[in-house]
């Protein structure tokens, strides 16, 4: 795996950076490798550069999880001056030779630089006990949390647990191939044992640091969660699983030792605001600020140039009134934000919220219209979420983007009690009740399976936008006959693969390149030659 052997060499040195101030971009101290991992302020820093490399593949993870979820434009009826992206990808057009992602999706440099971590910290006898325990915590998770947006998206994939130019250098390119796990349960099982290692060094120690941007013990119980409800719901090499009984309990447990250790917050708008970084309801956040790094939502906001004023009908109020730069024409006063718009909702998820009554509507989507607003193509979208805050006259799209958080923890559980077979209606409810605010809200009564499943999903549609969960949820959760919910196209926004045709792909294609620069690497089922 040339690929992975060249990620291997990479790493020349380590950035020093304070990790109680910033996640900085830009290395204070050079260290080479000889007198590196010498102190404990080079292992913090170390680690901040861990969660630096992390933040870097915000929008990875975004394109793994909810790019192809069904509720994006793909080229036509877009607003204003707009080159909308990844039009395959949003198609479900995926082949070998066109597989959208590519090299593994770049994860295999920060697997390495975890595993240098990992090394290098187990032999740091300099370190306090305690603080070499915690140390090893974030680093199994944040291992674990690369391999499981791996195993998400490909299946089977090679495993490198170790830096071997340090431990192992090969000397011959066969020796630095690395082939995929013969089994999907043999990658599957590692994820686990990463989780369990995170969680036995964490040693019931639940510290947040960096207000939540680094990853803590609360980190790993949610992703913990999300790895057996994946594992007790989702075939495996083929067949239905056979631990989910188990693999169900180890997630509820899980999912609520975090419930009962976080808070909602009253107003969902409240939880995504720049100025309220790292707040009750966060779990852990990837980290951006205004001066230091901006996360990737300005290629959803209309350019500055477009004539908004074309647009007869607006519904919500401005952002703020008379902001500072902002046109008059432009309706989300967002002053310098975007520049052309990239990514597009389709208006028809948002027409799936009350719009009236939920606050999650406005708080994420900003709607606008033309004349007539009855035709569908006079009606459009752009999201409101993660629109950043003002630096100076421009806006700096700075806010934190979660990876978990409080109303997730409420319906993983859900869907952990649906498929034991109990009511997940309460924890339905109370995702609703904060959403809708003051509003009367629609109290959900506890249903069929199929029913609470789908009622579940919904939720978690309305709820996690741009937030890189739907494909993800897509596939592991279920219609009345086990099968993933990816099939069902009678449902609106919700089936996007034809099973009789498409079910291979659920997995994508692993590129050429990749496949020719390493003969051990096979291609994935349905792709060969595609």
Same mark, same amino acid.
């Given at each position: ?22 996640? &900085? ?44 979820? +069904? ?24 082949? &070998? ?64 647990? &170790? ?126 600020? #205004? ?22 009908? #607006? ?21 310098? +934000? +975007? ?123 309305? &709820? ?67």
């Amino acid at each position: 795996m040339k690929k992975i052997l060249n990620g291997l060499f990479l790493l020349a040195m380590i950035v020093s950076m304070n990790a109680c101030k910033k996640l &900085e971009l830009a290395p204070e101290d050079y260290y080479a490798s000889g007198n590196f991992w010498k102190t404990a302020a080079q292992v913090d820093g170390a680690m901040v550069g861990l969660h630096n490399q992390l933040r870097g593949f915000q929008f990875t993870f975004f394109n793994l999880g909810e790019l192809r979820g +069904g509720v994006f434009k793909d080229a036509t009826g877009a607003t204003g001056t707009s080159s909308l992206n990844s039009a395959a990808i949003i198609r479900q057009d995926l082949r &070998e030779s066109a597989p959208g992602i590519s090299s593994w999706a770049g994860l295999y440099g920060p697997i390495f630089q975890v595993n240098l971590f990992i090394y290098n910290v187990e032999k740091a006898d300099f370190l306090p006990e305690a603080d070499k325990k915690y140390y090893l915590g974030q680093a199994y998770g944040l291992r674990a949390y690369y391999y499981f947006h791996l195993y998400r998206t490909y299946g089977r994939v090679p495993l490198a647990t &170790e830096p071997k130019v340090l431990t192992n250098t090969p000397t011959s390119a066969e020796q630095a191939y690395l082939a995929r796990t013969k089994t999907e349960k043999e990658t599957l099982d590692f994820i686990k044992a990463d989780v369990e290692k995170s969680v036995t060094n964490f040693n019931a120690n639940y510290t947040t640091k960096f207000s939540k941007g680094m990853w803590s013990l609360l980190a790993t119980q949610m992703l913990k969660a999300e790895v057996y409800l994946w594992s007790a719901k989702v075939k495996i090499d083929g067949a239905a699983p056979t631990t989910t009984t188990a693999d169900l309990a180890t997630a509820r447990t899980a999912v609520e030792d975090v419930i009962a250790r976080t808070a909602k917050l009253n107003s969902f708008a409240d939880v995504f605001k720049y100025a309220n970084k790292g707040n009750n309801e966060v779990i852990f956040a990837l980290r951006f600020q #205004v001066g230091e790094a901006t996360n990737n939502y300005g290629q959803f906001i209309y350019a500055q140039t477009d004539p908004m004023s074309s647009f007869v009908s #607006v519904g919500g109020a401005p952002l703020t009134s008379d902001q500072a730069g902002a046109s008059a024409a432009d309706p989300l006063k967002v002053a310098g +934000g +975007g520049t052309i718009i990239r990514y597009e909702y389709k208006y028809d998820l948002f027409a799936k919220y009350d719009t009236a009554t939920d606050l999650r509507a406005r708080a994420t989507f900003f709607d606008f219209y033309r004349t007539p607003t009855s035709t569908a193509t006079n009606k459009f979208v752009n999201l409101r979420k993660f629109l950043g805050t003002m630096d100076g006259t421009n806006r700096s799209f700075a806010d934190d983007v979660p990876v978990y958080r409080w109303a997730e923890a409420l319906l993983i559980l859900a869907e952990i009690k649906n498929k034991q077979g109990q009511d997940p209606s309460a924890e339905i409810n109370a995702v609703r009740q904060r959403a809708y605010g003051s509003n009367p809200y629609p109290v959900y009564t506890n249903g069929s399976f199929e029913a609470n499943e789908i009622a579940i999903f919904e939720e978690r549609g309305k &709820e996690f936008v741009a937030e890189g969960k739907r494909w993800y949820d897509l596939r592991r959760m279920q219609d009345a006959t086990g099968d993933p919910l990816a099939f069902r196209t009678d449902l609106p926004l919700v089936g996007v693969l034809i099973k009789a045709t498409q079910e291979y792909k659920l997995l994508w294609p692993i590129d050429r390149t990749t496949l020719n620069q390493d003969p051990t690497i096979e291609q994935n089922p349905g792709y060969p030659g595609t």
